[in-house]
Nanobody
Framework: QDHLVESGGGSVQAGGSLRLSCTASGSAYRNYYMAWFRQAPGKEREGVASIDTVGKTRYGDSVKGRFTISKDNAVNTLYLQMNSLKPEDTAMYYC???????????????????WGQGTQVTVSS
């Protein structure tokens, strides 16, 4: 059964960097639209970044210029490079995948039907 597994989370001070990885067990994901979402306690899930099958990316307003999404199809892995981290970036981060999605819905979690278990990111001030 195909599934997604995130890694790379941890604790970092404000201004620091982390790189999250999401490894897909099946090669079919290289043909899927993929994204990162996050959810902090007491807050709604937020779309962080998405990438389509040809590498076109979209970002949430709160992370533009600081985060970069990328993927390596050779190793079935999705990445999220997070720089200039802020305390408000603290959340559980999830990767997600879907076979196809309207561009306008690329950062809406309801559009995705495959999810990982999440990895915690904590940024201290």
């Amino acid at each position: 059964q195909d599934h997604l597994v995130e890694s790379g989370g941890g604790s970092v001070q404000a201004g620091g960097s982390l790189r999250l990885s999401c490894t897909a067990s099946g090669s079919a994901y290289r043909n899927y639209y993929m994204a990162w979402f996050r959810q902090a306690p007491g807050k709604e899930r937020e779309g962080v970044a998405s990438i389509d099958t040809v590498g076109k990316t979209r970002y949430g307003d709160s992370v533009k210029g600081r985060f970069t999404i990328s993927k390596d199809n050779a190793v079935n892995t999705l990445y999220l490079q997070m720089n200039s981290l802020k305390p408000e970036d603290t959340a559980m981060y999830y990767c997600a995948a879907v076979r196809s999605v309207w561009v306008a819905a690329a950062l809406f979690g309801s559009a995705y039907n495959y999810w990982g278990q999440g990895t915690q990111v904590t940024v201290s001030s």
